[in-house]
C-alpha cells in the first residue's frame, strides 16, 4: 500500500468549490473516507465510502459533498461545492481495515483507528 497523500485543499470565498484527492493504491476492501478537524473541535466524520461503493455523509454536507473513489481505485476524492466558512478545517484523507467501517461507527467516532494522511487545509472566507 502506497501512504495515504492528500493534495487539492485551499483557500476559496463562501460558495466556491474544491476538489480533494488522496491516493490510495493497495487500499482495497477498505472502508475510506475523509475527516476534518476545526481548531479547537474534535475531528468529524464529513464523507466515507465502503467497499462495495456505499457511502455516508454528515448531515452538514449532505448534498454539498460528494465522495468517489475512481474504477482503478487508486484516488479517493471530495468533491466540495457551495462551500460554507463553517467548512474550514484540516481535511484527513483515512482507511480502516474493515469493509464497513464497522458498520459506520468509525465514522462516527474515529478516534485514532485505521490509517491516516497529513491532511490538507480547507480555507472558506466569507
Known amino acids: 500500500r502506497v501512504p495515504l497523500v492528500e493534495s487539492g485543499g485551499g483557500s476559496v470565498q463562501a460558495g466556491g468549490s474544491l476538489r480533494l484527492s488522496c491516493t490510495v493504491s493497495g487500499w482495497r476492501n477498505y472502508c475510506m473516507g475523509w475527516f476534518r478537524q476545526a481548531p479547537g473541535k474534535e475531528r468529524e466524520g464529513v464523507a466515507v465510502?465502503?467497499?462495495?461503493?456505499?457511502?455516508r455523509y454528515a448531515d452538514s454536507v449532505k448534498g454539498r459533498f460528494t465522495i468517489s473513489r475512481d474504477n482503478a481505485e487508486t484516488t479517493l476524492s471530495l468533491q466540495m461545492n457551495n462551500l460554507m466558512p463553517e467548512d474550514t478545517a484540516m481535511y484527513y484523507c483515512?482507511?480502516?481495515?474493515?469493509?464497513?467501517?464497522?458498520?459506520?461507527?468509525?465514522?462516527?467516532?474515529?478516534?485514532?483507528?485505521?490509517?491516516w494522511g497529513q491532511g490538507t487545509q480547507v480555507i472558506v472566507s466569507s
Open positions: 465510502i465502503n467497499a462495495d461503493g456505499s457511502t
Open positions: 483515512a482507511a480502516l481495515d474493515h469493509p464497513t467501517g464497522y458498520g459506520g461507527s468509525w465514522f462516527l467516532s474515529p478516534g485514532h483507528s485505521g490509517y
